[in-house]
Nanobody, 126 residues
Framework: QVELVESGGGAVQAGDSLELSCAASGLTFRTTNLAWFRQAPGKEREFVAGISWSGGRSYYPDSVKGRFTISRDNAKNTVYLQMNSLKPEDTAVYYC???????????????????WGQGTQVTVSS
């Protein structure tokens, strides 16, 4: 049984930093593309970062590029999202996701991902 468990969310001020973690079990972590999404109230789930199974490629939308960094530790079966210079518009529930199909390009659409964590709330106040 695949399980993804996020942690590290919280309430911070604008300009602060947070690091989210997602511990995975039940899958072959080292051959899995991984991603972080977020969903704010009343909005669709949004891709915020993806990392290839090899760790060699990462992807970000313009809204977070230069502020967020995704990384992975295959020895710990954990993916991280370092978030710097947080803004109030970053407020959302953040989810990690895993794609059971190993592809050379990391998908950016939520529908492609097979496994999801329960989410962790990030609240940024101005």
């Amino acid at each position: 049984q695949v399980e993804l468990v996020e942690s590290g969310g919280g309430a911070v001020q604008a300009g602060d930093s947070l690091e989210l973690s997602c511990a995975a079990s039940g899958l072959t972590f080292r051959t899995t593309n991984l991603a972080w999404f977020r969903q704010a109230p009343g909005k669709e789930r949004e891709f915020v970062a993806g990392i290839s199974w090899s760790g060699g490629r990462s992807y970000y939308p313009d809204s977070v590029k230069g502020r967020f960094t995704i990384s992975r530790d295959n020895a710990k079966n954990t993916v991280y999202l370092q978030m710097n210079s947080l803004k109030p518009e970053d407020t959302a529930v953040y989810y990690c996701a895993a794609d059971r199909v190993r592809t050379p390009v990391v998908p950016i659409t939520a529908e492609t991902y097979d496994y999801w964590g329960q989410g962790t709330q990030v609240t940024v106040s101005s």
